[in-house]
């Protein structure tokens, strides 16, 4: 079975600007994929490259084994959920989410079925006559979902689809996406700069920097063991720890990280440090602290006695939740 | 739910074929084709007809005209420049200019009330109404306002009795009893056809002031009361300063519509001539066309000076 | 949003944007009154009598009739020319960059920024050295030059608010090019091509100055009534022409306004 979607030495550059530079990627069939990354990082021209909206300036892509580049947007089985759903404003909601199948000739009946099971599988039932102005963000959301599934696509690309929304709402639809991908065994190719939504959500991530992609892996991987200083600062906020302090904690001169959530206060043992800034953030307490000059979080569970600031404390971790990622990270 | 069913489907679809499908293909695949094939005909139509057209008539003003044959030289000369410089010519222009200034600032003093009520009063159904008071007569026949106004300043026409009926004709009779800008009566007078310009062009100084007066935000003026100034002082200060993109961009309509209008000063107005009146008679009975064409140069010198002066002062935002 | 103090107008403001807005229309309307004068030789006011009987006169003049069809005919193509070079250049500008357009949207505007009697005199000229006589074609070559700005800028409006991704969405859903400029992009800047025609029909419809470059011995309407200023045969029927001119050129200038107020609302629901 070959790949969903593959990328071979793939490039895409703007001018002087590399936007996405010698990329390998392989998107496995059925997979829930996640691009992570700041923006500019490469990961949506990575979406329009699969979509066919941008053209490689080198490398191959190939979607389920067949060549991609050269091939317009149209004739690719490849639909877009767009970040700001892009709802046909001169349609109603039934035309919108009718309009692939209306496009390849199919008949009106079938196409308002077709529809309209599309609509009921993103619960929005009875919504086909209304125009798309007269709905909520979350659902112009939901009927640009229908819009791209009811074409059934072999792989459906998502860019950044839940950013308008607002955090409840948010929750709710990345529930509803992994139930419908997992039911419908399309392969999902989901965008976005949010690292909790990609690790709650994602069977993969490639995290992006700079139009590479700097590790690829799933989510426990990508947050256990970070391949490199971004990976670990952009995922999670993990401490990163320079070699000189590695090695007065651990012994070793490499690069490390350490997660604000496996450190824990001791009384007797393990490493002096002084609180320089706690924050409540409500299930938790966050507790800065300076270790020979370098910043080290802390969070503390609710409950705990919370240090004050400028108080000599002693701090330890799990001998497993320190992880070396080289001297050149 | 059908949608369930495994995609079995090609990843990749064939072409819908046919000539619209290749023709779409190939406009995909080179984009510039097709930027190619849209700017074409309007390239050819205004960058080659029109530009052309303008181009030619820029060459004519360099030729001659000879004086004995009547006919046009074709050599290479800047006499008919020279001529431009001859007292009466001069006349024609400064004549033009100051005209077009008086104009231009008669216009904005008159358009910024309305404007500024219009921007930041006007809500819901009279902004509405304010819009389409500007916008039909912007848009209704121009000759038929001209028309209009020769019914007003005639001399048994409405204004002569409205001034009868206040016993106020002595200040008609005084005010065309003065040099330079009276006349026989009103229709006559290069008053009357100062207030024909100012009537006509109104409405272009109205719109683009009220754009910029509607970027202004309402806060700044309130911050400027709070800062303690006066209302006077807000409007010196604030308002006007923001305004003024606005204005110069109105006034770049105001004065080139009336460098180059000869209509208006034909039908109301003294027989003393303006440049296009002179461009007009030139290529028309005298068919002198390079000093026509070097009349015409006159009003685009002007103009370009003008934009370039408003571009600096950054007129062209509030278009 | 606003405080109290600003909610209340000015009196003085209020009023003179009344005079303002009244000096724009009075002399319009007085243009109605006079279509129903009993005065034939004079501007006489106040009319010394009303009467309905120079709408009939004007009703049976060959000349007026003839002129009012030209100029229907020279709006129409003109307008036509227009919309298809004014859309042509409003896609080209918008949809793509590319080096140059800053130079091509200059060269749209010329047209109508240039004073109307250099485009006048510039074409005249261009016609003898070609050795084009004046026709019928003449007059629409001119009109249609400055026609293509009003269509340019209505449609580049609305192309910018058109959200950009909603071609490559109905691209992405399968539709080539042709077919999404037929579903999608035709739909959403209908109302404004509409709007520019009709503007620019009014515009043409309106136009004096190019035109009596342009013009051999056809009159169009406006050169009717130019005729008419400078030599007046029958004033009463120069008035009744007025007021049906001012008549049938208000009403595209509402349809526009209606169309474009509306596609406001449709457009900008990409969001």
């Known amino acids: 079975m070959p790949y969903a979607v593959s990328f071979q030495q793939v490039s895409r550059h703007f001018g ?37 909206f941008e053209q490689p300036t080198s490398g191959h892509i190939e979607i389920f084994g067949e060549t991609a580049e050269g091939v317009p947007p149209y004739r690719r089985n490849v639909n877009t959920v767009f970040q700001d759903y892009a709802l046909f404003p001169h ?16 008949g009106k009946a079938e196409r308002t079925r077709e529809a309209e099971a599309a609509l009921e599988m993103v619960k929005l039932p009875g919504y086909g006559a209304r125009k798309p102005g007269q709905l909520s963000g979350g659902q112009r959301q ?43 065994g399309i392969t999902f190719v989901f965008v976005t700069h949010d690292q909790g939504e990609a690790l709650s959500m994602a069977d993969r991530i490639a995290v992006f920097n700079d139009g590479r992609i700097m590790q690829t892996g799933t989510p426990e991987e990508i947050y256990r063991r970070p391949k490199t200083r971004f990976v670990a600062d952009f995922v999670g906020s993990s401490n990163v720890l320079s070699p000189q302090l590695t090695e007065k904690l651990a012994g070793v001169a490499e690069w490390s990280s350490l997660r604000p959530e496996d450190i824990r206060l001791v009384t007797d043992g393990g490493h002096e440090a002084t609180v320089t800034g706690t924050s409540f953030l409500g299930s938790a307490t966050r507790l800065t602290l300076d270790v020979a000059g370098e910043k080290i979080n802390v969070l503390l569970p609710s409950g705990t006695r919370v240090p004050a600031q400028g108080e000599g ?3 330890s971790w799990n001998s497993d939740a320190l992880h070396l990622m080289g001297a050149k990270a | 739910m059908s949608i369930a069913a495994a995609p079995a489907a090609a990843a990749i679809l064939p072409g819908r074929g046919g000539i619209g499908g290749a023709l779409s293909d190939a406009f995909w695949r080179s984009p510039k084709l097709l930027l190619f094939l849209m700017l074409t005909p309007p390239l050819l139509w205004l960058g080659v007809i029109y530009l052309g057209s303008l181009f030619a008539l820029l060459l004519q003003s360099f030729f001659s005209i000879d004086e004995f044959s009547g006919l046009v030289v074709r050599e290479f000369t800047l006499k008919t420049y020279g001529e431009l410089l001859r007292p009466s010519n001069l006349d024609i222009i400064v004549r033009t200019v100051t005209m077009a200034g008086l104009v231009t600032i008669a216009s904005a003093i008159i358009a910024f009330p309305i404007a500024y009520f219009a921007a930041r009063y006007a809500r819901g159904r009279w902004k509405a109404v304010f819009y389409l008071g500007v916008m039909l007569p912007l848009w209704s026949s121009y000759l038929v306002k001209v028309y209009a106004w020769k019914l007003i300043l005639a001399k048994e026409g409405i204004l ?153 002062a950054g007129a062209f935002n509030a278009l | ?28 309307l007085l243009i109605f009154l006079y279509a129903f004068t009993t005065e034939e030789k004079s501007y006489q006011f106040p009319p010394p009598g009303l009467t309905l009987k120079w709408f009939a006169v004007t009703w049976n003049r060959p000349d007026v009739w003839e002129a009012l069809g030209l100029s229907v005919r020279v709006a129409s193509i003109s307008t036509v020319i227009a919309l298809t070079l004014g859309t042509l250049c409003a896609a080209a500008i918008s949809q793509t960059k590319f080096f140059g357009r800053e130079a091509i949207s200059l060269l749209v505007i010329l047209p109508i920024a240039l004073p109307g009697i250099i485009t006048g005199i510039s074409l005249r000229s261009a016609f003898n050295l070609a050795e084009i006589p004046f026709s019928f074609w003449t007059i629409v070559l001119g009109h249609a030059t ?81 005729e008419e200023l400078v030599r007046p045969r029958q004033r009463p029927v120069t008035n009744v022409v007025a007021m049906v001119v001012v008549l049938v050129t208000f009403l595209p200038i509402l349809a526009a306004y209606h169309l474009t107020r509306d596609g406001d609302q449709i457009s900008g629901q990409g969001k």
């Open chain 1, 313 to 315: 404390v002693r701090f």
């Open chain 2, 160 to 312: 002569t009795w409205v001034f009868e009926k206040l016993h106020l004709t002595f200040l008609i009779d005084g005010w065309l009893a003065l040099p330079v800008v009276g006349g026989n009566s009103l229709s006559v007078s290069p008053t009357g056809t100062f207030l024909v310009f100012v009537y006509v062009w109104l409405p272009f100084m109205i719109l683009p002031v009220q754009a910029a007066l509607e970027r202004v935000p309402g806060n700044l003026l309130e911050a400027s009361a709070d800062l303690g100034a006066s209302p006077s002082q807000t409007f010196r200060n604030v308002l006007l300063p923001l305004a003024l993109p606005g204005v110069i961009a109105g006034s770049i309509f105001t004065f080139s519509l009336t460098l180059g209008d000869y209509i208006i000063p034909q039908i109301v107005g003294t027989s003393h001539l303006f440049i296009g009146m002179a461009v007009y008679a030139h290529q028309g009975t005298a068919g002198n066309i390079p000093l026509a064409a070097a009349f015409t140069v006159v009003p685009v010198v002007i103009m370009g000076i003008y934009l370039w002066l408003a571009k600096r």
């Open chain 1, 142 to 184: 939901r009927v640009a979902l229908a819009r791209a599934l009811v074409n059934k696509p072999k792989v459906l690309l998502l860019d950044e689809p839940l950013g308008a929304l607002d955090l409840k709402l948010r929750e709710q639809m990345q529930e509803e996406l992994k139930v419908l991908q997992k039911a419908l």
């Open chain 3, 1 to 28: 949003m606003r405080s109290d103090k600003q909610n209340s107008t000015p009196m003085g403001l209020k009023i003179a944007a009344g005079i303002g807005l009244a000096f724009l229309h009075l002399p319009i």
């Open chain 1, 16 to 52: 002087s600007v590399r936007a996405v530079d010698a990329v390998d990627l392989e998107i496995e069939p059925g997979e829930f994929f996640a691009m992570l990354g700041p923006s500019g990082s490469g990961k949506t021209t990575c979406l329009r490259l699969i979509a066919g």
């Open chain 1, 91 to 106: 349609l109603n909601v039934a035309d919108n989410v009718a309009y692939g199948l209306m496009i390849r000739g199919v």
């Open chain 3, 146 to 226: 400055f026609c293509v700005v009003v269509v340019y800028n209505n449609a580049v409006a609305r192309f910018r608010r058109m959200s950009g991704s909603l071609i490559e969405a109905s691209m992405d859903l399968g539709a080539d090019g042709f077919q999404t400029f037929r579903h999608v992009i035709l739909p959403n800047i209908g109302t404004a091509l509409l709007a520019g025609g009709m503007l620019a029909f009014a515009l043409s419809f309106d136009e004096v100055i190019v035109t009596t470059f342009t013009a051999g011995q056809q009159a169009t309407l406006p050169i009717w009534m130019l």
